[in-house]
């Protein structure tokens, strides 16, 4: 356990600062994301070297296509998730407590020599939201930056500025995921803002971190002509036709069982729409 970044003291507590929920944490209290405890009057990382799963991954996997084709990267993954999706393909882990996880403890240290010793040239934060275990990140990052490790991060971005930017001097990559380009669905489906998203987005990319955007297109949510157009022009209009666009498809998981698969139709179409947007690479992802 270790004490959080970015947080106020409160009279009754704490208020992280972490991401735009901005939670209000009484003593003994957690916030949205369930890793983060106010005790004693601060606000503790609770996951921090405590990591719930760890893999060797093609990079492709992340999905990055255009980032170090043909390498693996060391996959690293702690509980908590500051979004609440209803179709989470990780849910076991990102909607758990800490300690409701099967978990090992590993200094970041220990984490960048595993990535050494078995000759891997990149260590991806993946599979829950590596924001809200953003202390534990942080300290590999660098530890690895000065090993001459490249940082993947897997993220829905949903940050405040301010940590954001103090780690993206260690980013080499990033996949970020755009749920839709819709700040209504954001906050019926996954409980979160959209514009901090693209806000994040833009940042990555002007720092000159690698970029690659995924777009899940959940049957009847988010898979309509009009949302597919709505992303790409927004990536044009914002100078990110260069960036690789993957749609993904959808299979019933969590608290949405009751749908099915995206068609590979729509996925097939969301393709052309992009290409005639201006997208110059659009890969489709979970068929």
Request: net charge neutral; with cysteine; aromatic share 8%.
């Amino acid at each position: 356990m270790q004490e959080a970044r970015y947080y106020q003291t409160l009279e009754d507590g704490v208020q992280c600062l972490l991401c735009p929920h901005h939670c209000r944490i009484r003593e003994g209290g957690r916030g949205l994301c369930r890793s983060r405890e106010c005790r004693g009057g601060r606000l503790y990382a609770l996951s921090h070297g405590r990591p719930c799963a760890l893999a060797v991954d093609p990079v492709e996997k992340k999905p990055l296509n255009r980032f170090m084709p043909g390498t693996y990267c060391l996959s690293l993954s702690c509980t908590g998730c500051n979004l609440s999706c209803r179709w989470c393909q990780n849910s076991d882990i990102s909607q758990s407590r800490p300690e409701e996880a099967d978990s090992a403890v590993l200094s970041p240290d220990e984490i960048v020599s595993i990535c050494l010793q078995r000759g891997l040239p990149s260590l991806a934060y993946t599979y829950t939201e590596p924001f809200t275990w953003w202390e534990y990140m942080y300290d590999i990052a660098v530890l690895a930056h000065g090993k001459g490790l490249k940082n993947i991060l897997v993220s829905a971005a949903y940050v405040e500025k301010e940590p954001l930017a103090e780690i993206l001097p260690y980013i080499d990559a990033a996949n970020i995921d755009i749920k839709a380009l819709d700040d209504s669905f954001y906050r019926k489906y996954c409980g979160a803002a959209l514009a901090p998203v693209l806000d994040n987005i833009l940042a990555m990319h002007a720092a000159g971190v690698h970029v690659e955007i995924t777009n899940l297109l959940v049957t009847g949510l988010n898979d309509s002509e009009e949302q597919v157009e709505r992303l790409c022009r927004w990536m044009v209009s914002n100078g990110l036709q260069d960036v690789p666009l993957h749609f993904s498809r959808f299979f019933p998981r969590y608290r949405l069982t009751d749908s099915v698969p995206t068609p590979k139709k729509t996925l097939a179409r969301a393709r052309e729409i992009a290409l005639a947007s201006g997208i110059r690479t659009v890969f489709l992802g979970n068929i």
